[in-house]
């Protein structure tokens, strides 16, 4: 295994690391709106939507992927509501072939954000 870091990405607020290279697979802890020069949470759904997806993309680089090789994100929300709000946001990092996905509405999400992203991609 190796692990990925990159300043340009928000560190890991725990015993984590940012992202994991096992074999032909990174896998990239969730990503939630953090700014990474400020520190500051961004504010609403679409702020912190876009922020989760600069994060992740900055994350995947750093391990030598892009969101074209991610075969499966897993998106948490803090509410349902925001569903279409994502998806569409989300929507626009990505070509088709689309990853597969799952998404769920979570009680609460670290520092009480909107939403969470994680993420797997396929080195090779």
Known sequence: M???????APAAIGPYSQA???GDFLYASGA???????GNVAEG??????????NLRTVLM?????FSQVVKFT?????????????????????????ARATVEVSRLPKDVLVEIDAVAYLK
């Open 45 to 54: 759904i679409e702020k912190q939507t876009i922020q989760v997806m600069e």
């Open 2 to 8: 190796k692990e990925v870091f990159t300043n340009k």
């Open 32 to 38: 939630i709106g953090i700014n990474p020069e400020t």
């Open 62 to 66: 750093e391990g030598g992927a892009t």
């Open 20 to 22: 994991i290279i096992a």
């Open 75 to 99: 998106i948490y929300l803090q509410s349902m509501d925001n569903f279409g709000t994502v998806n569409e946001i989300y929507g626009r990092y990505l070509k088709k072939p689309y990853p």
